[in-house]
C-alpha cells in the first residue's frame, strides 16, 4: 500500500498482540541517521517501538520486521510508510501514523 513515510511517534497497533488482543504503541528510536525529512530521521524495518500489552499494561520493545517499500530503501532496509501491513515478533504491525513529510508519497508496491 503506498503512503507517506513516518518516524518517530508514529502511532502503531500489533496483531494479534503478545497476550492475544491487538496491543498499541508508537515507533521510539529510527536507527538509520542518512536520510529525513522535516528533520525528523524516516523510519525503516528494524527501527523500533515502544508497544504496551493491552492485557497486562506491560510495556516492551518491538523491532519493525522484515518489510515495508520494495521500491525505496535507505541503508538496504525498507522504508516503512503510513498503511504498511508488515510482519512483526508474534503478529502483523500496522502503521497508523502521522506521517513524517505528508508531502512524500512512495507510491511502490508494499
Do not use: E, H
Request: charged letters at 5%; one cysteine or more.
Amino acid at each position: 500500500m503506498p503512503g507517506s513515510p513516518v518516524s518517530i511517534g508514529c502511532a502503531v497497533l500489533l496483531s494479534p498482540g503478545a497476550a492475544g488482543p491487538p496491543d498499541s504503541g508508537v515507533i521510539s528510536s529510527v536507527l538509520q541517521t542518512v536520510v529525513s525529512a522535516a528533520g525528523l530521521p524516516l523510519a525503516t524495518a528494524g527501527s523500533l517501538c515502544q508497544m504496551v500489552n493491552s492485557v497486562s499494561g506491560v510495556p516492551y520493545v518491538l523491532p519493525i520486521g522484515p518489510g515495508g517499500s520494495t521500491s525505496v530503501t535507505i541503508a538496504g532496509q525498507p522504508l516503512v510508510r503510513i498503511g504498511d501491513l508488515i510482519p512483526s515478533g508474534p503478529g502483523v504491525l500496522t502503521v497508523l501514523g502521522p506521517p513524517a513529510a505528508p508531502f512524500i508519497t512512495d507510491s511502490g508496491a508494499p
